[in-house]
């Protein structure tokens, strides 16, 4: 028998609920408003009473309303169709809502449509089922069943989607039957699986789980070695990002952190990335949504949508969901791991997610923390952080969920509690300033405060020396605002150019350029060859006007380079041309 429960009081999106029977912490129930029904999660349980948050704005709910509980976790849709799909943070598919929406009522404004949830999976689109395993095999969770096609994956591209034993199972089963290859939906029934007791259960290639809770079906985690090619050269050769790792982009407002995570989502080398666009403007999102089906792949050659998943929460839509789209982002990713793929979650912004939570925990009346942030802010970021990681899975393949967060804290200014939870725990620290993107220099990762703890693609101790002239050139630089160039002796002046040049060519790139915006690393590595060439020679010039000149010209053709297609004849002879510049400027 289902647990049933009466309002005792409503306060804003959190309710008070008095419950006869047994409810669980997360527990998802539905508060009867009316004709409708408004979803609802435990978000805490004292007695006889517990308190839930609604993921929907909770007007006409009165005290004495009905709440039926539904005995299950938060838990997300995984199968078949969830790429290229836009999502709420709940899973309910943004589309299909406004075309459901718009039935109703002609002018039902697109997301404040209280009460309507639909599927995550579509329920009516049958899937070519491909069965692997056969009758008598002894499978357990997380083991492929068989594979259907879907957007990427097809026989050319990619193995196909694989259809695997549900994750909930415990212990070993024995197929019993599994069905012939054909079309079905996600909610037929494609194997019958006879369990460690005897019992047999019937499986779909639809499962459910629960969105807060890791999926573990896996031999044992790896460690994250493996540079992620993101092809954004100040992160791939300065600050890495490890396939299986985590890092942060914090950045004051209009630094570039959407920008950089649009420009990863699309280049970075992974086989599927859920974007989770939590709690920002809507203007940015449907920027995103009207960009991605237009751009082509370049691992495919087809639509990035095909290996995208958005799930979109904007400032206007309600809170509690927005708490629960990081998880059901990650909880996406893991089960594309379990096919052994590399996922990358980007959510934009972690702030706005601490901040859903910061509600709730104010709703609760719990002890604040600080900046009234609840006192679990900093486990619940850890926790978000650890699902990320390369795993080996039970057949030997591995898979990664690589997870990189963007913080925007009031004023850019880093001390805050979000940006340092975060920095606790991430691999990776790519930190926006707002000096540098004032001056337009794009993306403005800072070179100096950011950090990695993962493998360059280029050798460390050649990374190392080239931030030292950074370093460096940034010193001469403060110094001559003091005492200017004249106070400035021509070995100081010259490192400050070095330091100059390496920005301008190699950290600075532009997103919105056909050429500039992806340097895959294989060019890298070439274009930095040439920069150390650049930054290590002893110049003989006698005076600063001379230097001045020489890197000018320098930067001029290294740019006209970096525009250049790589290893056509004109990338050639530019680069011939740079290095004999050097060259013949060497004393
Ligand atoms: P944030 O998300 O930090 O508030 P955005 O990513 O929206 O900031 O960036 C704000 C603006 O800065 C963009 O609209 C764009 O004009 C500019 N910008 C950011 N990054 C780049 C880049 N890599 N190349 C060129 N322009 C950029
Ligand atoms: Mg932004």
Redesign the pocket.
């Given at each position: 028998m289902t647990t049933t429960g009466k309002i005792v009081a409503v306060n804003g999106n959190m309710i008070t609920v008095a419950f006869d029977g047994a409810v669980a912490q997360n527990e998802v129930g539905y508060a009867i408003c009316g004709d409708k029904k408004l979803m609802a999660e435990i978000v805490r349980v004292r007695g006889t009473r517990c308190d839930m948050q609604v993921f929907d704005a909770t007007t006409d709910l009165m005290v004495d309303d009905r709440v039926e509980f539904t005995g299950e976790l938060l838990a997300a849709e995984l199968g078949p169709g969830m790429l290229a799909q836009v999502y709420d943070g709940l899973q309910n598919p943004l589309a299909e809502l406004a075309d459901e929406a718009a039935k109703i009522s002609k002018d039902a404004s697109f997301f404040l449509q209280r009460g309507m949830y639909l599927p995550g999976l579509p329920r009516d689109r049958k899937w070519d089922f491909h069965p692997t395993a056969k009758a008598g095999d002894r499978v357990a969770a997380g083991d492929f069943l068989g594979w259907v096609t879907e957007g990427i994956f097809d026989d050319k591209t990619m193995p196909g989607h694989k259809i695997m034993v549900p994750f909930a199972l415990r212990g070993v089963y024995t197929v019993k039957s599994i069905a012939p290859a054909g079309d079905y939906t996600v909610t037929d029934d494609i194997a019958t699986l006879t369990g460690p007791d005897g019992k047999d259960v019937k499986v779909q290639m639809m499962q459910r789980w629960p969105v807060k809770v890791p999926i573990k079906c896996f031999a044992e985690r790896l460690e994250p070695t493996e540079t992620l090619e993101t092809t954004v050269r100040t992160i791939d050769t300065f600050f890495p990002v490890a396939v299986g790792g985590t890092y942060c982009?914090p950045?004051?407002?209009?630094?570039?952190?959407?920008?950089?995570?649009?420009?990863t989502a699309r280049y970075a080398k992974v086989d599927v990335v859920i974007s989770a666009a939590c709690g920002?403007r809507a203007g940015?999102v449907v920027e995103t949504l009207k960009e991605f089906p237009e751009i082509v792949d370049p691992k495919t050659g087809q639509s990035l949508m095909k290996r995208t998943i958005i799930i979109c929460n904007t400032s206007s839509m309600p809170v509690a969901s927005r708490e629960a789209s990081v998880y059901t982002a990650v909880t996406l990713a893991e089960y594309f791991r379990q096919m052994g793929l590399n996922v990358l979650v980007l959510a934009?912004?972690t702030s706005r997610w601490a901040q859903a939570m910061r509600e709730l925990s104010g709703r609760l009346e719990e002890i604040p923390g600080e900046e009234a942030f609840p006192a679990y802010l900093e486990s619940r970021i850890a926790a978000f952080y650890e699902r990320a990681g390369r795993v080996r899975l039970k057949d030997g393949t591995t898979g990664s969920v690589t997870i990189g967060g963007?913080v925007?804290p009031a004023g850019g200014n880093f001390d805050e509690p979000v940006t340092q939870a975060t920095l606790k725990v991430v691999g990776g620290f790519h930190g926006?300033s707002r000096a540098r993107?004032d001056a337009?220099r794009?993306?403005?990762i800072d070179p100096l405060d950011s950090w990695s703890h993962y493998n360059s693609v280029i050798e460390q101790d050649r990374v190392e020396k080239a931030r030292a002239i950074l370093r460096k050139g940034n010193e001469v630089g403060q110094m001559m605002k003091v005492v200017g160039e004249e106070g400035t002796s021509l070995a100081d002046f010259t490192t400050y150019l070095k330091a100059e040049f390496l920005d301008a060519v190699y950290l600075q790139?532009?997103?919105?350029s056909d050429a500039d915006?992806t340097t895959p690393v294989d060019r890298q590595r070439e274009m930095f060859d040439v920069v150390e060439k650049a930054l290590g020679a002893e110049y003989g010039f006698a005076e600063k006007d001379e230097t001045r000149r020489f890197f000018l010209d320098l930067q001029q053709t290294f740019i006209d380079w970096n525009d250049k297609p790589f290893g056509s004849d004109e990338f050639k002879s530019l680069k011939t041309a740079l290095v004999q510049k050097i060259d013949g400027a060497v004393r």
């Open positions: 982009i950045g004051p407002f209009g630094a570039g952190k959407t920008v950089l995570q649009q420009t920002e940015e934009d912004s963007t925007s926006l993107s337009r794009y993306p403005a790139q532009n997103a919105f915006a």
